[in-house]
């Protein structure tokens, strides 16, 4: 995101301003609404994740704005057992019988909504330094890659994502999967109080 | 269950200034006390079900009116109240105000609803009465005392707990009253009830506190099914920690005398207790009762699966624990489900659309000590217009984790039912 900020700066960035403001451009979050094709399918969701995706809570992870691409992956793990889950499995075949992509596209629309969880200063500022391995591939500011499959780490909830890591570590999420095997030799170096001070240092970052 | 003033209430009631005499002591309203001004949804009940539906129908269309009846000022969760007996959670807690509802434009009238004419389309409150376009009902459970000898004249002497509120702590202290070596007795009633698995639930936490405080005090359970009705492997194991719980199915009380502190089985069996906790066999609210929307069996409301209106009464919806016939279980998350799908449809069905068949989900957490929790997930899909499961998963045990997703889920379903 930050990426493309910077891209944009200069005179495209006016003309874009411009059009704006004429009312040329829809605005990037249209408003959650019946006439969304994901409004109805996500009331399987809102019970946890909230109406907009905006969850408030430590271990359920907000999917407003979340990138359409990494929320269908996760629908599809969760379905597929590659992430195992009892509390998701279920919901995650009935969305894709839904139609995941209407889904994805709802809560990518969604504007981001971080975590209200606000994590101890102290873990923040020691998970500052223990999080450097993570930005070979979520990238500097934590935003993500999606050409190597990374999410977007920042104001996700600390409990949530210090589950997600423990559940790497542990091998029980994405088992044997090749692509993560470095990631997973990784984290299984990181003593699990680090984890989460790294944990608190993404939910912290915007 | 903190005290609302009523200046305080009506200061943010936003009833309006025509409306907000209808609080309160407010005299009895007589005649149309609230004459339409375009199309209107009342609902009754401002639980799981009801409160979800008024939130929901205005989300779908703003343009619509919607009334919610509810007689109480504030929203007390029944998930999560066992840990009060337990003394792990306090009542007020789970308590939360309406006031996130009124934020989405929903007119709350803390008034109880009397009666439904259906052929009129009216609710009567009082001597006066409020039209209605369509109408959701959600009265939740009321308790049949009738089957339980000496229970209706037992009154608080014998506690059911089952709807939170001054039960819960009423209950609470009598457990921390009771005596070292005491006896509690749990009666659970025969199905259908609110939350299956809420009585084991309840089991586990009395069973975890009396270990704890009260090492030599014992917890029977009378259980009228002959075996534990939801996660019974889960509950199975999760007793291995309580050897203070005696576990007795088939046992059905039939008799209740407060004064000797005894309970009667349907085998005749008698059995002294302490502290009794008498979980009466149950039926749907009461309204839906007088206004005809039971079946046969004079219990449960039978609906329509993809609508959730009656199926005796067009233009009425009901949703949430009163409803029978789908193969779900009577919990918040069912009703929250319901409360969404069913705003849906009334949306829908008020603007001459044709309703558009969703199904419901399910998840229910169960607490097995002050940390632990374990979960039962259940997914369904609508085959010929009926609600049908697909999928039923069981959390592998109890574990600190679910515990913390069952905080995490109770946070969040709060918030959308209520914000």
């Not at chain 2, 799908?341 to 169960?366: D, T």
Request: net charge positive; charged share 20%.
């Amino acid at each position: 995101m930050t990426s493309s900020h910077r891209a944009l700066a200069g005179p495209a960035a006016c003309v874009l301003g411009l059009v704006a403001v004429l009312g040329l451009v829809a605005p990037a979050a249209t408003p959650a609404g019946p006439r969304d094709p994901g409004y109805t399918k996500v009331f399987a969701c809102s019970a946890c994740h909230g109406r907009d995706g905006a969850s408030r809570s430590d271990t359920v992870p907000v999917l407003a704005g979340m990138p359409a691409w990494y929320l269908k992956k996760a629908i599809e793990d969760y379905a597929a057992g590659r992430r195992p889950a009892a509390e998701m499995e279920p919901y995650a075949k009935m969305v894709l019988g839904l139609g995941v992509d209407d889904v994805a596209a709802y809560f990518a629309a969604r504007p981001k909504a971080p975590t209200p969880i606000a994590p101890d200063p102290a873990a923040v500022e020691r998970g500052g330094t223990a999080a450097q391995p993570c930005v070979a591939c979520h990238g500097a500011e934590g935003k993500g890659d999606r050409s190597k499959g990374a999410p977007d780490l920042t104001g996700q909830p600390p409990g949530y994502l210090l589950n997600q890591m423990l559940l790497f570590k542990a091998d029980t999420r994405s088992p044997g999967d090749p692509a993560l095997t470095a990631q997973k030799a990784l984290l299984k170096a990181i003593p699990d109080p680090q984890l989460a001070d790294i944990a608190a240092w993404w939910a912290s970052r915007r | 269950m903190t005290v609302v003033s009523r200046r305080a209430f009506l200061r943010t009631s936003g009833l309006g200034l025509g409306l907000g005499v209808l609080g309160g002591c407010a005299p009895a309203v007589r005649g149309d006390f609230l004459p339409r001004r375009g199309p209107r949804v009342v609902v009754v009940g401002g639980g799981w079900g009801g409160a979800t539906a008024a939130k929901y129908v205005k989300l779908g269309d703003p343009g619509i009116e919607v009334i919610l009846l509810e007689p109480n000022r504030r929203f007390v969760s029944c998930p999560m109240s066992n840990l009060v007996l337990s003394g792990v959670r306090t009542l007020e807690s789970l308590t939360r105000g309406y006031g996130g509802l009124r934020a989405h434009g929903v007119r709350i009238l803390h008034r109880e609803a009397s009666a439904i004419e259906p052929d009129r389309k009216r609710v009567r409150v009082d001597e006066g009465y409020l039209e209605y376009d369509r109408l959701v009902v959600a009265p939740g459970i009321e308790f049949q005392t009738e089957q339980v000898e000496g229970l209706a004249a037992a009154g608080d002497r014998v506690l059911h707990a089952w709807k939170a509120g001054p039960q819960t702590v009423a209950l609470a202290r009598e457990l921390q009253a009771v005596r070292d070596g005491g006896v509690v007795v749990l009666s659970i009633p025969p199905p259908a009830f609110r939350c299956p698995p809420g009585p084991y639930e309840r089991a586990c936490q009395v069973a975890w506190y009396l270990k704890r405080q009260k090492p030599r005090a014992k917890l029977i359970v009378l259980d009228a099914s002959p075996n534990i009705i939801s996660k019974t492997g889960l509950f199975r194991a999760a007793w291995r920690a309580y050897p203070n719980l005696e576990y007795r199915p088939s046992n059905r009380v039939v008799r209740v005398d407060p004064d000797a502190r005894e309970v009667t089985t349907d085998f005749g069996d008698r059995l002294r207790y302490d502290v009794v906790n008498l979980i009466p066999p149950q039926r749907a609210g009461t309204i839906a009762v007088r206004a005809d929307l039971v079946g046969a069996d004079g219990r449960w409301c039978e609906v329509n699966h993809v609508t959730y209106e009656s199926v005796k009464h067009a233009g009425i919806h009901v949703v949430g624990d009163s409803t029978i016939g789908l193969p779900v279980p009577k919990s918040g998350t069912m009703a929250n489900a319901m409360g969404k799908i069913c705003a849906h449809q009334v949306v829908r069905l008020l603007a001459g659309r044709p309703p558009e068949p969703m199904a419901p989900v399910n998840v229910c957490y169960s607490w097995v000590n002050d940390v632990e929790a374990m979960a039962v997930i259940n997914a369904y899909r609508i085959q010929n217009g009926k609600v049908v499961q697909v999928e039923q998963k069981l959390t592998p045990g109890q574990s600190a984790a679910s515990g913390r997703n069952a905080l995490a889920w109770a946070r969040s379903i709060w918030d959308d039912v209520l914000a």
